[in-house]
């Protein structure tokens, strides 16, 4: 019998030794850091919980109003979201989320800010036990929750916590699912190359039921083609098609949205029912095939010219929007039914609303004179822009104000005296060509 080979006989020399010293001061490191990073978005917490007191404060001073309580909170929020460059919603959200941490978990918060758990475990602490509405029986929720988030990963807390927060407090699953059930809501998120997401926040078994249907018709599309489209040569030999059951199913929910007709067909076929508010922006050069310059999706952005091509063809509800090339701004719209042609040159131009950081798109906005029209202010474009009901409350309710500058910039004053411009969106996406690189002469 020979003699055993060594563990070691095929490994590089020390190789283990000197690597395993290096990852051990990798890990301290981002624990540390981790932990940093923690106690700073705990402090973030509690300045936001603050912000959400000033804002009551601010509510009592501006009293009653025609526009609700939440004024004060909706003042705040915009001049924090202007100074982070963030959408005002967006903080309010967060300050209404810190608000609920450093006020009804507290301990929460606290193990937060000694890095002892990160942002993801409170989410679910907090998630979990919001149905908790009696103080003392929410402690120990949160007492228990803790013990297991200092070990475990959130995913692994999530049930856990749920388990916790049933046992303490039994109606507390119902009145979530209760809530839960009130923010159902359908969004769009932007995607890269010329894709969005259609998010559908839906009980979850009409969320799976849908799902299902879906993958049913898809099978019956792809079983009804493959039957149809058989080679004719050799009729047992099934056609090829080359989508995968998620690419049949977008296709499925596409054609049932918009043409009733889940036939699957893809873009090209759903282009001609749209019945959307669709606004598409097409530079002059590339009209005139002198350049390659992508039409604009407003809300959204470049769009390949090939399909903008297409889709201009084929639906007649499309704004053309016509863009100068060395400024940005729209010179020309058109539409085949047209509205009112200031309509349809401010709807080109802002897109959505015009306080920085919104996008609500222009048809769900309300054009508002800068200057009231009883104050002497004129009808036209330089005293015109689309805002929100949000942002259009707050210009004529609170101590935001705002004056139109050249090229269609609108210049936000806050209430604390800081201005922030917000540039129309067609300048936003503009640059400018390059300058060509001299050459020398030849010789």
């Not at 149905?131 to 990963?153: C, F, K, M, N, P």
């Not at 890269?192 to 839906?202: C, S």
């Not at 005293?383 to 101590?399: G, M």
Request: proline letters at 7%.
């Amino acid at each position: 019998m020979g003699t055993p080979a060594s563990p070691d006989r095929h490994r590089g020399p020390s190789v283990s030794s000197r690597v395993h010293g290096r990852v051990t001061a990798l890990v301290d490191d981002l624990v540390a850091t981790r932990r940093k990073i923690a106690a700073l978005q705990a402090r973030e917490a509690r300045l936001l919980a603050y912000g959400v007191d000033l804002a009551l404060e601010r509510a009592a001073e501006l009293g009653s109003s025609r526009s609700g309580s939440d004024l004060g909170i909706r003042e705040i929020a915009a001049e924090l979201g202007a100074a982070m460059r963030v959408s005002d919603r967006t903080v309010q959200n967060r300050m209404g989320d810190a608000s609920a941490l450093v006020g009804r978990f507290a301990g929460t918060h606290t193990t937060l800010e000694r890095g002892e758990i990160d942002t993801a475990h409170v989410r679910v602490i907090v998630d979990a036990g919001a149905g908790i509405s009696d103080d003392t029986a929410r402690a120990h929720y949160e007492q228990l929750a803790l013990e297991i988030a200092r070990h475990e990963s959130p995913n692994r807390l999530r049930p856990a916590a749920r388990a916790i927060a049933a046992s303490i407090d039994p109606d507390s699953p119902t009145r979530l699912r209760r809530l839960a059930t009130d923010a159902r809501a359908v969004r769009i998120q932007d995607l890269d190359d010329g894709l969005a997401r259609l998010v559908a926040d839906l009980p979850a078994p009409l969320a799976y039921a849908i799902h299902d249907r879906l993958t049913q018709v898809a099978r019956h599309v792809r079983d009804t083609r493959v039957a149809v489209l058989g080679d004719e040569q050799n009729p047992a030999e099934p056609a090829p098609d080359d989508r995968t059951m998620d690419q049949l199913r977008a296709d499925v929910l596409s054609d049932l949205l918009l043409t009733a007709t889940p036939a699957a067909h893809g873009d090209a076929d759903v282009t001609t029912r749209i019945a959307g508010r669709v606004q598409v922006t097409i530079p002059l050069r590339s009209l005139a095939g002198t350049s390659d310059e992508p039409g604009i999706l407003a809300g959204y952005g470049a769009v390949d010219p090939a399909l903008i091509r297409d889709l201009a063809g084929r639906a007649p509800g499309w704004d053309r929007v016509f863009t100068d090339a060395d400024t940005g701004l729209p010179v020309a719209v058109d539409r085949y039914r047209p509205d009112a042609a200031l309509k349809r040159y401010l709807s080109a131009r802002d897109e959505h609303c015009r306080f920085p950081g919104c996008r609500r798109p222009a048809h769900a906005c309300d054009i508002d004179h800068t200057i009231d029209a009883a104050r002497g202010g004129r009808t036209d474009p330089c005293n015109l822009a689309h805002f929100c009901k949000r942002h259009h409350v707050l210009k004529h309710d609170t101590a935001w104000t705002v004056t139109q500058r050249p090229g269609g910039v609108l210049e936000w004053t806050s209430p604390t005296g800081r201005t922030y411009n917000d540039n129309p969106a067609p300048t936003v996406r503009f640059t400018p060509d390059p300058e060509p690189t001299p050459t020398a002469a030849p010789f």
